[in-house]
């Protein structure tokens, strides 16, 4: 059969062939690329038409394609054409010449494809001559099974390594990562972009000792992972690693490499890439760092709210500053009699040479000019500023307002030692430093209040029940009868009830000091005794045993029974019972009017009621019992459409 009139050893599924073959004399770097990442394709040189089959079928049946030709000329006129061809197998006994030539041809054409002499002239003469040509690899053909599974493996590892060699090339003729070839221990080839990251001219790279650019405490490590691929062809290895550069500095870069067949006799060759990733992993600690240094400050903060006095708070925020934001020389100034003043100074602050007082109105200073706009200032350098300085050895600067309450600072002695997180951190603490003044303030002027209040109650106490007293005797032992004297007693025991419902609230006699097993049907029939409700009538529905102080809710209840009567006329009814939605608790309803949704959410605030003669203070007395229990307690429509009081959250008694 002429190498004209030899036709593919594999066929596509229409009959046509495989491959074509195309004439031309387009140069090499126009034509098809010789290796892709699609199925092998091998050419195979052998005299012996039967092989050539047996081989062709065989490698189809690992998804190789195999195109065969008989002679170096036919092998020649196909590396010419555009056909791709991944390998080449060739058999060194030929009609028109020998393996040799056909490794010469195939370089000649294709210098980067593979060959593979697959021959039964097995000498070692024959081999060692293929491998200095430039052969890939060498085999003693034989057609057993074994033996072409054999001339499989050395097919694919060479493709792989001629596929893998061309990516990595092309990764590093782009100059976009860091490419390098390491063979016996030493760089074989570094590209510009890692020569650069590694801060060494390629020439002096290349021939270097991996471990030069290796720290000594990695090169173990290194050596290792080198090992590995060295022995385990075709395995990738991914992982980050620090790096010296030729100036010593360290850089850290995400390493990937892989083990690559070797060729003839030559060691076996590590591919890979770097990438620096200093900047990331930096901004990665960098994060890591804010995000721990914010979860020690909100720590802090907690226990700056916990403290009881100015002087605490103060004193709390600068151990913050200095073992939360490493900032030793701070500052906490309160406002006062319209100065600033130092209530608080780190140990390495010069107290002496510190400001005693500033005033408000002081242009020359940071301190003043900060409380004035209310905003954050952060200065590199306080010398190149018209501001006084407490102490010249001050240069960096952070000063942030506590609201209108002073002006926290921190100092350093070095030029620019604060940066924008250090700024945002010390204004999230002194949000914090604020919030707790703020409160110790409103705690003042609450206990203040409260002092103001308890000197009414006894005003009321004394100088208000007395005179009632005395007006109620008058009328009592007064010669005179009829509806006005009975209309004035009234007015005087209402004047009364307000006064003791002043004084409760006044005094705190709301809260519960211990709780025991009470029946909710005993104490509401004792409170309706103490209700003035002739034509009124009380059903009580619930046998329940609750956990409760006995006299407060007993009050409880005669200030909601009392409501229903007032509200619902002499004759209401009245209804308490047990929850039956499944929770614990009670309920007080009437079939009165009832109160509009759209006033219930203010009915338990104190002074609130519809009754000209109430004082308003019941129900918000009622709201202060359950709370002391530890309950809740709601104003709905009862199903009669009068107002029904629901209480919950009671605990039951066993």
């Not at 062709?56 to 092998?75: C, K, N, P, W």
């Not at 499989?152 to 590093?172: C, G, K, P, Q």
């Not at 004394?462 to 009829?482: F, M, Q, S, Y």
């Not at 004047?495 to 049907?521: F, K, N, W």
């Amino acid at each position: 059969m002429s190498d004209e009139a030899e036709r593919p050893s594999h066929e596509a599924a229409d009959g046509r062939a495989a491959v074509t073959p195309v004439r031309g004399d387009r140069p090499f770097a126009e034509r098809a690329p010789p290796s892709g990442d699609g199925a092998t394709r091998v050419l195979h040189v052998d005299g012996d038409d039967a092989l050539r089959e047996t081989v062709a079928t065989h490698l189809g049946d690992r998804e190789i394609e195999t195109v065969g030709v008989s002679t170096v000329a036919a092998a020649r006129e196909r590396l010419d054409g555009d056909d791709r061809v991944d390998c080449v197998v060739g058999e060194h006994d030929l009609p028109d010449g020998d393996g040799i030539d056909v490794v010469d041809a195939v370089h000649a054409t294709r210098p980067t494809v593979p060959v593979v002499l697959f021959t039964d002239a097995g000498s070692e003469a024959v081999a060692s001559d293929a491998v200095e040509a430039g052969a890939t690899g060498y085999l003693v053909k034989r057609t057993t099974e074994e033996t072409l599974d054999l001339l499989v493996d050395r097919i694919e590892n060479a493709v792989s390594r001629v596929r893998t060699e061309r990516r990595y090339r092309l990764l590093a003729e782009a100059n976009v990562v860091g490419v390098y070839s390491i063979r016996g221990g030493r760089f074989e080839y570094v590209n510009p972009r890692l020569a650069d990251v590694l801060g060494y001219d390629r020439s002096d790279l290349v021939g270097t000792p991996v471990e030069t650019v290796v720290p000594p405490t990695e090169r173990a490590r290194v050596e290792q992972v080198l090992g590995e691929l060295r022995s385990n062809r075709r395995t990738v290895r991914e992982q980050t690693a620090e790096l010296v550069r030729r100036d010593g500095e360290r850089v850290t870069v995400e390493v990937r490499g892989v083990g690559v067949e070797p060729t003839g006799e030559k060691q076996p060759l590590v591919l890979g890439t770097m990438r620096d990733v200093t900047e990331r992993d930096r901004s990665k600690r960098a994060l890591r760092e804010r995000r721990d240094r914010m979860t020690a400050l909100h720590a802090a903060a907690a226990n700056v709210a916990g403290a009881d006095s100015v002087q605490a708070v103060a004193d709390r925020a600068l151990a913050a500053a200095d073992e939360v934001l490493d900032m030793d020389r701070s500052v906490v100034n309160v406002v006062e009699d319209d100065k600033l003043f130092a209530v608080a100074v780190s140990d390495s602050v010069d107290r002496e040479g510190y400001h005693d007082a500033v005033s408000l109105d002081d242009g020359s200073t940071l301190l003043a000019e900060t409380y004035r706009s209310g905003e954050s200032t952060l200065i590199d350098d306080l010398h190149a500023t018209e501001y006084e300085s407490a102490d010249e050895g001050y240069r960096s600067v952070i000063s942030a307002p506590l609201g209108e309450r002073g002006v926290f600072q921190a100092a350093a002695s070095e030029p620019a030692a604060f940066d924008e997180d250090d700024l945002q951190a010390v204004e999230l603490l002194a949000a914090h430093v604020t919030a707790a003044l703020d409160w110790l303030d409103g705690r003042e002027r609450l206990e203040e209040q409260n002092e103001r209040l308890e000197t009414f109650a006894s005003v009321v106490s004394h100088d208000l029940r007395n005179p009632i007293e005395v007006a109620r005797g008058h009328l009592v032992t007064a010669d005179v009868e009829g509806a006005a004297v009975e209309n004035a007693l009234d007015a005087l025991d209402r004047m009364e009830q307000i006064t003791d419902d002043v004084l409760r609230l006044a005094h705190g006699d709301d809260g519960v000091e211990s709780t025991t097993p009470v029946s909710v049907e005993s104490v509401a029939g004792d409170a309706w005794g103490s209700v003035s409700a002739d034509g009124a009538t009380l059903t009580v529905e619930s046998d329940a045993r609750i956990e409760a102080d006995r006299r407060q809710l007993a009050r409880l209840f005669e200030n909601l029974l009392s409501n229903a009567v007032e509200h619902g006329g002499e004759t209401v009814t009245v209804r308490v019972g047990a929850l039956a939605d499944g929770t614990d608790g009670f309920y007080v309803a009437d079939d009165g009017p009832g109160v509009p949704e759209t006033r219930r959410a203010e009915a338990f605030e104190a002074g609130v009621s519809d009754d000209p003669t109430g004082s308003g203070l019941g129900l918000a007395i009622t709201e202060t019992i359950t709370d002391a229990h530890g309950w809740s307690i709601e104003l709905v429509e009862s199903t009669d459409g009068g107002a029904r009081f629901e209480v919950r959250g009671v605990e039951p008694s066993e």
